[in-house]
């Protein structure tokens, strides 16, 4: 967020709803392929999506605030 607030000279309310737009289609677009793959592929996709889920939940809501620097 922080970031992108400097790279775009926008405000944190700003970049919050960017990020949060950009993590939402992330979600569609992973969702959108997981669905159509191979069964022999489902194992390692759903590791992968387990792991991003994982981080995901870690780091929503400021969660990691511990390595925020200021």
């Given amino acids: 967020i922080l970031c992108?607030?400097?790279?775009?000279?926008?405000?944190?309310e700003k970049a919050r709803k960017k990020i949060q737009d950009m993590i939402?289609?992330?979600w569609k677009k992973i969702n959108?392929?997981?669905?159509?793959?191979?069964?022999s592929m489902k194992p390692f996709l759903n590791q992968a999506i387990n792991?991003?889920?994982?981080?995901?939940?870690?780091?929503?809501?400021?969660d990691a605030w511990?390595?925020?620097p200021g």
């Fill in 51 to 62: 792991a991003a889920r994982m981080a995901h939940t870690l780091y929503q809501n400021e």
């Fill in 66 to 68: 511990f390595w925020y």
């Fill in 24 to 26: 939402n289609k992330a």
């Fill in 4 to 12: 992108y607030m400097n790279e775009m000279n926008v405000s944190e």
């Fill in 32 to 39: 959108g392929h997981c669905s159509t793959q191979v069964a």
